[in-house]
């Protein structure tokens, strides 16, 4: 990271109005923006890609069913003809809450509401051998690094003659058993059924493992005990070694050690067990949770901070019902967001804010092909059914027509080939002359 | 690379059949390893990618238009169901004739016929400072790089202050009048005409230039003059200033220096002036002309060496019509590696090879939205006839029924919105903790 830059950020435009400060692009971040676009204010959205990702679709990219750019979207062309929203790519900071400072690589600016809406980060519990070996998915890089990894070591597999020397480089170990790893180990049993026996024929893929450690004794934790069940039976149909209760100690990129069971042998080891969120230098510790997240009031607002709000995984928001916070998932950030751009556009009028009330939608998980398990507040169902619920509600999730038309193009054409064709090794091998470590060090 | 390894290429399948090993899986060497499946031999597919790359899109790619997947196909999914081609990803070292065996990063094969088509890379006529700052356009790598590239000078130029320094980021210098220059001109400037300008509403783009930089007198140098004189006009109409009889002398990564002209400043500098064949050790200088290429006879074969043939941008064979070889376009591979293939089935069937005779089809390059210049053997047009030929043609060479529709929608949204919407800054950022060099010398 840069360090931050001693001048404001250039070329804001003065626009007179009140300056709302967005710190990241994510579901909350964007949503915000968008609530605001029209109003009396100048929102200024920050984020260090440009653009937001739809996290929720991060294993198809990484299991070869979806590109990167379907779930992608430039955050300039969302805002294009509103003049009162500025986009920067940058990394941010710090700030000063009584100066009412943001600093940024790009250079500071002052606000007058900031909101924090950074989002979370893997978590490895301090461990740093598994920091160090595993391959994290929260990022589409990451999601991308994964699929290149996969391809990569049955590329190596190919050419080594003894079995027992190939089978590391097969196996498939994904650590947690929330939807994402879930949904990861369902999409990478599928590629081992339907997929890489034709890709590879020297390969004998009854040889590879799909292995899914929880440390708790459920899958789907937070869904219901039906949901937790049907998706255990679908990845049992599929060939995934499902192991609960089971914590994992150790890794050296190799071998996962295991508390009290056998060492698993893989080069790839995918975790998913934990996010912690992001964090920015310039709130005392009192406002911190021991696991990171902000306190904040009904507003979303940091309390005895003037005008900094938090939004979605880094808001530790207690609710009636929800007396730890609410889950670390879209639906809350994107609701805090709703909420918080309609306060905003209320105190611009003189208007009386409401306090944040979060309404479970309900949440669901697809288990590969043609099956999922949907928990909604007034039913609960599995199976096909289940599955197509869950395609619908995330196509219509996705911003954009065309992203919506081309990513069902891409599950058609999935669905009806048994072929995700994106298994390709494009490594950003490329980089110019002038830009490379070993060359410049050279000179 | 790594060393050629000293045992032979695990895991091939023992077929009995003879072995016809083919480096490079480009239009030459795909082509040949197609029309030989279900002969009598054993196809052996070496590629440094696990990908066929459609070169003739790159362009595409590189202004945001098409996804890398759009024009790269998996290799492996080509073949499936053809157990007699094997396909290895693997980065060739060198060969030894006599004892008819290749050598490669992953062991060394015995080939019964061997084919060169790994194709030609960037030539910078030797100018070492031209290679270490410039960018070059010869993968979907270099291609996806290019995006990369300009999007974040785009990112950067914002934050600066002076509009005299924000120049050379916005610039965009092109080098090479051929088709590729002449595409990658004329997508860029309807970047600049219909997209940045959106984007960047902060950014004036009327200071930005597109330069194309010809050493010749003309662009399109082996189409026709009405096709040259059009391409010329078209360019100018876009606003795409055009330099003929110009050379570039130096380029320090900031300013291009031009021999008896004005210097221009630019951050990115794109080379599409010359390409090179690529090189296998193996061959006695003899068989080289100075440009590189190898000499072959009528079947593509070197002559005096056993069962070794030459395909594509590398081979070189004197026709009465090209008495310097034929031009190194996809055409010409695909025409001989057609030949090639039905010369090695007759041979099997012990019938007499025919000489390979190249048929001209045509050539075409397109500027821009709506306007194309197309040579066809019985009739030359131009204007936007020639782009939807253009369109077209592409469209049918394109591999498979998928990839063909998605670029068709591709196509058909961007030219209904304006609006190609791939500007996304994915940098392959994310690279496990355990692979990243800094920390591996940190330990």
Request: no cysteine; charged share 25%; proline share 5%.
């Amino acid at each position: 990271m840069l360090p931050p830059a001693q001048q404001p950020i250039p070329n804001i435009p003065d626009s007179g109005l009140k300056k709302v400060v967005i710190v990241g692009g994510g579901f909350a971040g964007l949503k915000l923006a968008r609530k605001l676009k029209s109003g009396p204010y100048q929102v200024i959205l920050l984020d260090k890609n440009n653009y937001h990702q739809f996290q929720p679709l991060f294993y198809q990219v990484a299991t070869a069913g979806l590109e990167p750019s379907a779930i992608s979207f430039p955050l300039r062309k969302i805002f294009h003809n509103t003049p009162n929203t500025i986009f920067r790519m940058a990394e941010v900071h710090s700030f000063d809450s009584r100066m009412k400072r943001l600093y940024t690589e790009i250079g500071f600016i002052d606000y007058d509401y900031l909101v924090l809406a950074m989002g979370a980060d893997t978590n490895y519990f301090g461990n740093k051998a598994i920091e160090y070996f595993s391959v994290p998915m929260k990022t589409v890089s990451e999601a991308l690094y994964i699929r290149n990894k996969i391809i990569s070591n049955y590329e190596r597999a190919i050419n080594i003659e003894k079995m027992d020397d190939r089978k590391s480089l097969m196996n498939v170990v994904i650590v947690g058993g929330g939807p994402t790893g879930v949904e990861l180990a369902g999409a990478m049993a599928d590629l081992r059924n339907n997929v890489f026996p034709k890709d590879y024929p020297e390969l004998n893929f009854s040889n590879m493992k799909v292995v899914l450690i929880e440390a708790g004794p459920k899958l789907l934790a937070a869904m219901s005990a039906e949901s937790q069940q049907h998706s255990l039976k679908y990845l049992n149909d599929l060939g995934v070694e499902v192991m609960l209760d089971t914590k994992v100690h150790d890794y050296d990129g190799e071998t996962v050690k295991l508390e009290r069971k056998d060492p698993i042998h893989t080069h790839t080891l995918l975790w998913a067990a934990g996010i912690k969120p992001n964090y920015i230098e310039g709130l005392g510790q009192e406002h911190y949770a021991p696991n990171g997240r902000i306190y904040v009031d009904e507003y979303n607002e940091i309390l005895g901070e003037n005008g900094i709000f938090v939004l979605g995984d880094v808001a530790l928001l207690r609710e009636e019902n929800y007396p730890k916070g609410h889950p670390q998932v879209a639906q809350v950030a994107l609701q805090q967001a709703e909420n918080l751009g309609k306060n905003l556009l209320k105190v611009a009028e003189g208007k009386e804010r409401k306090p944040f009330h979060y309404k479970d939608l309900g949440s669901m998980a697809t288990v590969g092909r043609k099956r999922a398990v949907v928990d909604l507040p007034f039913m609960k169902f599995q199976g096909m059914m289940a599955w197509l619920t869950w395609l619908f509600v995330h196509l219509m999730a996705i911003l954009g027509v065309k992203n919506k038309l081309f990513i069902f193009m891409d599950w058609a054409w999935n669905y009806l080939s048994f072929d995700p064709s994106l298994r390709l090794l494009i490594k950003p091998k490329y980089v110019r002359a002038s830009e490379r470590k070993e060359l410049i060090e050279e000179k």
